[in-house]
T-cell receptor, first 112, second 113 residues
């Protein structure tokens, strides 16, 4: 099983550029999440979704957007990249929202 | 505000030592506390604790939750260099929401040969 797949693994953006981080899961999980992790910090929740067509903000949503048109895909969009968005981004999914979290391998993003 | 505090933030020990990592939390509507190990990439699941006083064990790792005092510990006995990692704890809340895991900053554990 592929689990949770994130692409790309690494990316360098210039200030003001935009990009989409892709996340796909093949476990038919309803709940999907985007986290960011800065050095020396735990993971902070950006956005989450409880099913196709439903998304909601997490702790640090500013500067990001998401969509959930299918159960499998949960892309994260950065519209105007800023240096403060330099981080490692993790996508996760779970069948229930309370256990069984599966994380993707992460996307390391640098904004210069 | 709900939060998780882990201690120590970093720890260096020698192979064979026993370590205890601490996690305290403040949250309303607590549901569960989870421990993860993070090496180079994504966090990998270790334990989920929901009941107070019941120890979970997996090989040399064990964890216990105290819901009255709002903390959990993760013990690693006979440490090996492969135990070097960041150990994260996180909680989930009950109440019908699905707003994910709230993480602490982690404990960076280094095991020296």
């Amino acid at each position: 099983n592929a689990g949770v797949t994130q692409t790309p693994k690494f990316r360098i953006l210039k200030i003001g550029q935009s990009m989409t981080l892709q996340c796909t899961q093949d476990m038919n999980h309803n709940y999907m999440y985007w986290y960011r992790q800065d050095p020396g910090m735990g993971l902070k929740l950006i956005y989450y979704s409880v099913g196709a067509g439903i998304t909601d903000k997490g702790e640090v949503p500013n500067g990001y957007n998401v969509s959930r048109s299918t159960t499998e895909d949960f892309p994260l969009r950065l519209e105007l990249a800023a240096p403060s968005q330099t981080s490692v981004y993790f996508c996760a999914s779970t069948p229930s929202g309370t256990y069984g979290y599966t994380f993707g391998s992460g996307t390391r993003l640098t904004v210069v | 505000e709900d939060k998780v505090v882990q201690s120590p933030l970093s720890l260096v020990v020698h192979e064979g030592d026993t370590v205890t990592l601490n996690c305290s939390y403040e949250v309303t509507n607590f549901r569960s506390l989870l421990w993860y190990k993070q090496e180079k990439k994504a966090p990998t699941f270790l334990f989920m604790l929901t009941s107070s006083g019941i120890e979970k064990k997996s090989g040399r790792l064990s964890s216990i939750l105290d819901k009255k005092e709002l903390f959990s510990i993760l013990n690693i006995t006979a440490t090996q260099t492969g135990d070097s990692a960041i150990y994260l704890c996180a909680f989930t809340v009950s109440g019908g929401g699905a707003d994910g895991l709230t993480f602490g900053k982690g404990t960076h554990l280094i095991i020296q040969p």
